[in-house]
């Protein structure tokens, strides 16, 4: 915890860039923060997101005490129960009777004291983690083409490369700081590297990309077997590594020319222009510095893990790996998710990147001295909630996680909670979809108070330091783990009082045995007998006192006990950790996703992440600096598709699939491929209880990696038309109505409730005053008209706006920002109070339209007006003339966007 003043450096919890950012806290108890310029991950840069951290600190929403069947507990009872419950559990029916559901969010020390407890005491390996849903595909597609789950290459890689191809990433929004690098990079460089960005939707990623293929959903393996065809037949391998580094070539080569053997064969699978596509093969081809990054849109699929070996395969092909500027690299959604890799924080890893073979199930046992292992792998995610939906999982205990929100068929997810007989929720938040079904919830530290390390993408440990006392009761989930092992009769095993013991544990069972980094074999020769070559080494860090832990400066692994420093890039010279050393091109056939649209749902549903938000919102939703970019969920729909479907800008519409069904906000926008819609996945019950996207998503899963097909679900977009719509701003908080719609929005100086109705209300005055109530001194301006169904009422107390209601039977409603700026002033002037009802500013006042630059607060409506009256053409005159896009930086795309539109 920092002293006032002190400047103590941690990461960024949100995407796995993993930012370092400094913090300091001043005399009224606030945090500033700011980008670490030593970290280097972003070398001082933060997002919208990572800028925010300070305001989402507040306790307003926290879970701070133990909790049994809705009572407050005391730690010690709501100890004695969780051990009380898992032991019955354990008795009665067995280890795989019991599961943890963990999270990316997690730190590598809580996550390794959860693997440990379940795999090497319970004897079962039904722990999985959300990072199921991330990135899971490409943990399979490397262990099949490296033999170890292993990211070759680091970041600087994206600058130093000649060509970035992005597939299936929105970069620009969901690792900003990554994107920016490679901007920066490219006005360094002289415009390298160029730019591909390879998805079905025109995103904020391609405003700054030389080409866009906008390819169609799925057709990605198509693209890249192609490709490969393509490298093979232009003579673009590099013979000599094929040679002596990676097997398989020809078995993928005859797969890959079998479902894309020429172009045009390519065009009519991904719906791509075949001058397109040959450029594109052209380009990748004599680039000798190509990096390949992908994402979501490649992992997210039923077969994930093929569309991941089809880019590998090209890298493999041509020797572009672990040398400098070149090389495949996924980029992984949450701050830890490759830390919960490095511990087996995945249902079908054992710890420390080794699987269930019979050997490394001895190996571990030994290192822990544990009584009970584990020896096959248990369930992953999806498969893990059908095993409670079944009856068979009877105590499942979730950790920092929202999987009612995340999941997809998530409705089915929450009917299998509720029938679960043993529930426990760890958690900082006190209301969530998931929290709600908790019969004993525990109070989890979160970002601030938390300490222990985390990975990034470029497999760089960093520390996530505290520089907040605990509030309430909560405490760190290694601890409460812990404290439920000392009872179930563990405690030999779990002696921690501190997170440096973890980590040090965690350090030596990766270097245990382990002969990776001792002196190699020719290629080809194998590795001998004795041990086990595993690529996850940090036994350099094994001995750390716990000063030298508090004082851990970011490091990249491998780290053997030998190295002083961590490798930058593996593979540059093979020593793959495979039995024979050399890597793997894996054979990809046809595929498609799993279910196709149909005239019942005619429209591909992609779900994904927006700029502003993260996860199921419980930090980014508590600021308006975040909520003011895009506060309510939406489907954003081709305008061709949407005049078909009945469905107009602004209106409401139901997207129903077979799965499920969801209430949103209509968005219409060419950059949407006619026949593809897309969905944001952040809301949840709390906020919005019919805006869980998740809800009408399949459940099927790549069936190696066990991920979700988000990407992918046929879905039907119809007009939902209520009675009445409206929208509420109030001061403070209110217990919001139960209509039909609702989306809670958190606004600088007021709550706003979106909201619609099917049941007519047959007294409007009333029904305000009993939302947001009454007071004698109140004064109230109301206008409202029966016979049209429109009322508009506001209450004033001492000149200050308390509240407004704004009610039409359609969504033509006045805009909300100039209203929800009233809320500011000490008392409204006269010129506002006659406006007040119109809802919207008089002569000489401004609505500056909704939230582009969340740093400055700059909307659209300044923007285009200053962009059209200045003349305005580049970001750089608009954040010298706004300031807009001149902090993060995550608004520039849409500033570019608002420029080419004039
Ligand atoms: S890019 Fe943004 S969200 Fe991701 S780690 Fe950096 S500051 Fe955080």
Redesign the pocket.
């Known amino acids: 915890m920092s002293s006032m003043g002190e400047a103590i450096r941690t ?2 919890p ?6 370092g950012v400094k913090v300091t806290v001043d005399a009224d108890g606030q945090a500033q923060v700011a980008g670490d310029e030593s970290h280097p ?2 070398y001082g ?3 919208s ?3 925010a951290l300070g305001e989402t600190l507040s306790l307003d929403d926290r879970l701070l005490y133990p909790e049994i069947a809705g009572r407050r507990a005391t730690w010690d009872e709501a100890l004695d129960a969780v051990a009380a419950g898992l032991r019955r559990v354990l008795t009665e029916y067995g280890p795989d009777a019991v599961a943890f559901y963990v999270s990316g969010q997690l730190l590598t020390e809580d996550y390794y004291v959860a693997n440990k407890l379940m795999k090497g005491c319970f004897g079962s390996a039904n722990i999985d983690t959300n990072s199921r849903l991330c990135m899971s595909s490409s943990v399979a597609g490397h262990q099949r083409a490296f033999g170890s789950d292993t990211v070759p290459g680091c970041y600087e890689d994206l600058e130093e490369a000649d060509l970035v191809v992005l597939v299936g990433s929105n970069l620009a929004w969901c ?4 994107y920016q690098r490679i901007l920066a990079a490219r006005e360094r460089r002289g415009g390298k590297p160029k730019l591909v960005v390879i998805d079905p939707r025109r995103t904020a990623t391609c405003e700054a990309a030389e080409t866009h293929l906008p390819l169609k959903p799925g057709s990605d393996t198509a693209l890249f077997n192609g490709l490969l065809v393509h490298l093979y037949q232009q003579d673009r391998l590099n013979p000599e590594f094929l040679d002596q580094q990676v097997a398989g070539f020809w078995a993928a080569y005859q797969a890959a020319k079998a479902v894309a053997p020429n172009v045009p064969t390519v065009a009519v699978k991904t719906g791509l222009p075949e001058s397109a596509i040959a450029e594109f093969y052209g380009l990748w081809g004599r680039t000798r510095k190509v990096v390949t990054v992908y994402s979501q849109g490649v992992n997210q699929s039923s077969y994930g893990s093929d569309k991941v070996n089809a880019i590998i395969n090209c890298h493999l092909a041509t020797g572009r790996i672990g040398q400098p500027g070149m090389g495949p690299f996924s980029v992984t959604g949450q ?1 830890n998710a490759m830390g919960g890799r490095e511990v087996g924080g995945l249902a079908n890893q054992l710890a420390a990147h080794m699987d269930f073979a019979p050997e490394a199930v001895e190996r571990v046992q030994r290192f822990w001295q544990a009584p009970a292992m584990a020896t096959r792998p248990g369930l992953k995610a999806v498969e893990l909630f059908q095993a409670v939906a079944d009856g068979n999982i009877k105590a499942l205990w979730i950790m920092g996680t929202n999987p009612l929100v995340s999941l997809p068929d998530a409705d089915a997810a929450r009917d299998a909670l509720r029938r679960c007989p043993l529930v426990i929720v760890s958690d900082a938040v006190a209301d969530t979809d998931t929290v709600r079904l908790a019969q004993i919830k525990l109070p989890a530290l979160t970002w601030g108070e938390k300490d222990g390390t985390v990975t990034n993408s470029e497999r760089r440990i960093s520390r996530q330091r505290a520089f907040l006392p605990p509030p309430g009761e909560a405490q760190p989930d290694w601890w409460a783990m812990t404290q439920v092992a000392r009872r179930l009769g563990f405690g030999a095993l779990f002696p921690y009082e501190s997170p440096a013991a973890i980590f040090r544990e965690h350090a030596a069972l990766s270097g245990f045995e382990n002969t990776a980094y001792l002196p190699r074999p020719p290629a080809g020769e194998g590795w001998g007998e004795g041990g086990s070559r595993r690529d996850f080494d940090l036994s350099a860090l094994a001995d750390l006192t716990d000063d030298g832990y508090d004082a851990l400066q970011p490091v990249q692994w491998p780290l053997p006990r030998s190295a002083t420093t961590g490798a930058a890039r593996l593979f540059g010279e093979g020593g793959f950790f495979t039995a024979d050393g050399r890597a793997k091109c894996v054979a990809v056939g046809e595929r498609t996703p799993a279910y196709a649209v149909d005239d019942s749902f005619p429209l591909m549903l992609n779900s994904g992440r927006i700029r502003d938000q ?1 996860h199921t919102m419980t930090r980014t939703g508590k600021t308006a600096r975040l909520t003011g970019h895009i506060p309510e969920p939406y489907v954003e729909i081709h305008p061709v598709d949407a005049l078909a479907c009945g469905v107009s800008e602004n209106a409401l519409a139901r997207v129903h699939s077979r799965w499920g069904e969801v209430i949103v906000r209509v968005r219409t926008s060419a950059d949407q491929q006619p026949g593809c819609v897309f969905a944001p996945m952040h809301w949840g019950s709390p906020l919005a209880p019919r805006g869980r996207v998740n809800a009408a998503v399949n459940p099927v899963v790549d069936p190696l990696s066990g991920q979700p097909e988000l990407k992918h679900t046929p879905v039907r977009v119809q007009a939902y038309r209520p009675s009445w719509h409206g929208f509420l701003l109030c001061r403070e908080a209110i217990e919001p109505p139960s209509v039909a719609y609702r989306v809670s929005v958190r606004e600088r100086a007021c709550w706003r409730y979106e909201l619609a109705g099917e049941a007519l209300i047959d007294n409007w005055p009333d029904w305000a005053r009993t939302l947001f109530g009454d007071d004698p001194g109140w004064e109230w301006l109301e206008f409202a008209d029966a016979g049209t169904g429109r009322y508009r009422g506001a209450a004033l107390a001492e000149g200050r706006l308390h509240a407004c209601l704004f009610v039409a039977p359609s969504h033509e409603l006045p805009p909300r920002g100039w209203l929800a700026g009233l809320f500011t002033p000490a008392e409204l002037g006269p010129v506002e109070r006659a406006c007040l009802l119109a809802g919207r500013p008089g002569q000489g006042q401004r609505d500056g339209g909704r939230i582009v630059c969340a740093c400055f607060g700059v909307g659209l409506n300044t923007l285009t007006t200053a962009i059209r009256d200045q003349g305005l053409t580049t970001p750089e005159a608009i954040g010298a003339t706004l300031k807009a896009g001149s902090n993060c930086g995550s608004c520039i795309p849409e500033l570019r966007q608002l420029i080419a539109q004039g």
Do not use: E, Q, S
Not at 14 to 19: I, Q, R
Not at 175 to 178: I, Y
């Open positions: 990461t960024c949100y995407c796995g860039v993993g930012c991950a972003n840069r933060l997002c997101k990572g800028a690792h900003p700081v990554l701050p993260w």
